[in-house]
Protein backbone atom coordinates (compact mmCIF):
# COMPACT_ATOMS: atom_id res chain seq x y z
CA UNK A 1 0.00 0.00 0.00
CA UNK A 2 1.38 3.37 -1.19
CA UNK A 3 1.14 5.94 1.38
CA UNK A 4 1.86 9.53 0.06
CA UNK A 5 2.40 13.13 2.77
CA UNK A 6 2.65 16.76 1.75
CA UNK A 7 4.17 19.09 3.72
CA UNK A 8 5.54 22.68 2.28
CA UNK A 9 1.61 24.89 2.57
CA UNK A 10 1.52 28.06 4.55
CA UNK A 11 -0.13 31.19 4.16
CA UNK A 12 1.80 33.75 1.57
CA UNK A 13 1.28 36.69 0.22
CA UNK A 14 0.24 37.27 -3.65
CA UNK A 15 3.39 37.43 -5.86
CA UNK A 16 4.84 34.70 -3.19
CA UNK A 17 6.56 31.71 -3.60
CA UNK A 18 5.98 28.19 -1.45
CA UNK A 19 7.36 24.71 -2.40
CA UNK A 20 5.35 21.69 -1.91
CA UNK A 21 6.20 18.26 -1.05
CA UNK A 22 5.11 14.49 -1.24
CA UNK A 23 7.13 12.53 0.12
CA UNK A 24 6.11 8.56 -1.06
CA UNK A 25 5.99 5.14 0.80
CA UNK A 26 5.09 1.42 1.16
CA UNK A 27 5.69 1.33 -3.04
CA UNK A 28 7.42 1.04 -6.30
CA UNK A 29 7.71 5.00 -6.23
CA UNK A 30 10.00 5.26 -9.48
CA UNK A 31 7.64 3.40 -11.21
CA UNK A 32 4.54 6.01 -10.31
CA UNK A 33 2.67 8.80 -12.44
CA UNK A 34 2.79 11.19 -10.39
CA UNK A 35 0.40 14.37 -9.81
CA UNK A 36 -1.00 17.14 -8.26
CA UNK A 37 -5.11 18.14 -7.47
CA UNK A 38 -6.37 21.10 -5.48
CA UNK A 39 -9.45 21.57 -4.21
CA UNK A 40 -10.95 25.54 -3.36
CA UNK A 41 -13.29 25.66 -0.46
CA UNK A 42 -17.02 24.85 -2.14
CA UNK A 43 -15.17 23.86 -5.47
CA UNK A 44 -13.95 20.11 -6.92
CA UNK A 45 -10.98 18.84 -6.88
CA UNK A 46 -9.11 20.28 -9.89
CA UNK A 47 -5.82 19.22 -11.47
CA UNK A 48 -3.10 21.13 -11.25
CA UNK A 49 0.15 19.19 -13.03
CA UNK A 50 1.66 15.63 -13.12
CA UNK A 51 4.95 14.18 -13.75
CA UNK A 52 5.94 10.88 -15.61
CA UNK A 53 7.91 8.20 -14.07
CA UNK A 54 10.98 9.76 -14.95
CA UNK A 55 10.43 12.77 -14.50
CA UNK A 56 10.94 13.78 -18.15
CA UNK A 57 7.54 14.43 -19.11
CA UNK A 58 5.04 17.43 -17.74
CA UNK A 59 1.98 18.67 -17.28
CA UNK A 60 0.02 21.28 -16.68
CA UNK A 61 -3.63 22.86 -15.94
CA UNK A 62 -3.62 26.18 -18.15
CA UNK A 63 -4.11 28.00 -15.11
CA UNK A 64 -0.94 27.42 -13.30
CA UNK A 65 1.55 26.92 -16.76
CA UNK A 66 4.35 29.11 -16.26
CA UNK A 67 4.02 29.85 -12.29
CA UNK A 68 4.19 26.36 -11.30
CA UNK A 69 6.82 23.80 -12.03
CA UNK A 70 6.16 20.30 -10.96
CA UNK A 71 9.56 17.75 -10.58
CA UNK A 72 10.38 14.38 -8.62
CA UNK A 73 13.77 12.75 -6.70
CA UNK A 74 12.92 9.23 -7.24
CA UNK A 75 15.88 8.89 -4.94
CA UNK A 76 13.93 10.84 -2.33
CA UNK A 77 10.66 9.05 -3.34
CA UNK A 78 9.29 12.59 -3.28
CA UNK A 79 7.57 14.96 -5.85
CA UNK A 80 7.71 18.43 -5.69
CA UNK A 81 5.45 21.20 -7.24
CA UNK A 82 7.52 24.80 -6.71
CA UNK A 83 4.44 27.76 -7.04
CA UNK A 84 5.58 31.35 -8.06
CA UNK A 85 3.88 34.41 -8.78
CA UNK A 86 0.97 32.95 -6.46
CA UNK A 87 -2.38 34.46 -6.89
CA UNK A 88 -5.64 34.21 -4.02
CA UNK A 89 -6.94 31.97 -6.08
CA UNK A 90 -4.22 29.30 -5.65
CA UNK A 91 -5.57 29.28 -2.15
CA UNK A 92 -6.87 25.48 -1.72
CA UNK A 93 -5.77 22.33 -0.18
CA UNK A 94 -3.29 20.76 -2.36
CA UNK A 95 -3.33 17.03 -3.23
CA UNK A 96 -0.57 14.66 -4.73
CA UNK A 97 -1.98 11.19 -6.14
CA UNK A 98 -0.08 8.94 -7.80
CA UNK A 99 -0.61 5.92 -10.34
CA UNK A 100 0.55 2.49 -11.32
CA UNK A 101 -0.50 2.69 -14.38
CA UNK A 102 1.64 4.14 -17.25
CA UNK A 103 -1.55 5.06 -19.48
CA UNK A 104 -2.81 7.42 -16.75
CA UNK A 105 0.54 9.07 -17.13
CA UNK A 106 -0.66 13.21 -17.35
CA UNK A 107 -4.17 12.53 -16.55
CA UNK A 108 -5.80 15.34 -15.69
CA UNK A 109 -8.88 13.10 -14.17
CA UNK A 110 -8.53 12.40 -10.05
CA UNK A 111 -10.34 8.59 -11.03
CA UNK A 112 -7.32 7.33 -12.71
CA UNK A 113 -4.73 7.64 -9.91
CA UNK A 114 -4.83 5.43 -7.18
CA UNK A 115 -3.08 6.57 -4.05
CA UNK A 116 -4.08 9.77 -2.61
CA UNK A 117 -2.37 12.12 0.62
CA UNK A 118 -4.10 14.14 3.02
CA UNK A 119 -3.37 17.56 1.66
CA UNK A 120 -1.31 20.61 2.69
CA UNK A 121 -3.43 24.23 3.09
CA UNK A 122 -1.97 26.73 0.63
CA UNK A 123 -3.57 30.28 1.38
CA UNK A 124 -2.50 33.13 -0.53
CA UNK A 125 -3.62 36.55 0.92
CA UNK A 126 -4.15 39.63 -1.38
Known amino acids: QVQLVESGGGLVQAGGSLRLSCLAS????????MGWFRQAAGKEREFVAA????????YYADSVKGRFTISRDNAKNTVYVQMNSLKPEDTAVYYC???????????????????WGQGTQVTVSS
Open 97 to 115: AASALPESEGSSWAETYDY
Open 51 to 58: ISWSGGRT
Open 26 to 33: GGSFSSYA
